[in-house]
């Protein structure tokens, strides 16, 4: 199983939950795509006035049928 990860940052490891900021930053995902992200499924759990992603619910999204249309994976070593 791969992992979406950021140099800078570390992993998406399954069974951690993230603050909604923290797991933008290690994705690497905009605003837009994160709002994108949650319209076409992705769980956001709140606790309080914070903001949570689970791992698995991550894995689950990107797995899920229509992630494509929302998702594109870049093949490793193609961003500049």
Known sequence: M???????LGSIAPGHS????VFQRIT???VFAMRRA???G????????R???HADD???FLQSPGTEACVVIE???ARS
């Not at 993230?18 to 900021?21: G, R």
């Not at 992705?42 to 006035?49: E, F, M, P, Q, Y």
């Open 28 to 30: 690497g995902l905009s």
């Open 42 to 49: 992705l769980k956001i759990r709140t606790v309080g006035r």
């Open 51 to 53: 903001k949570f992603v």
């Open 18 to 21: 993230y603050p909604l900021a």
């Open 75 to 77: 093949p490793e070593g």
């Open 2 to 8: 791969s992992f979406a990860t950021n140099d800078r």
């Open 58 to 60: 991550w894995h689950q």
């Open 38 to 40: 949650r319209r076409n």
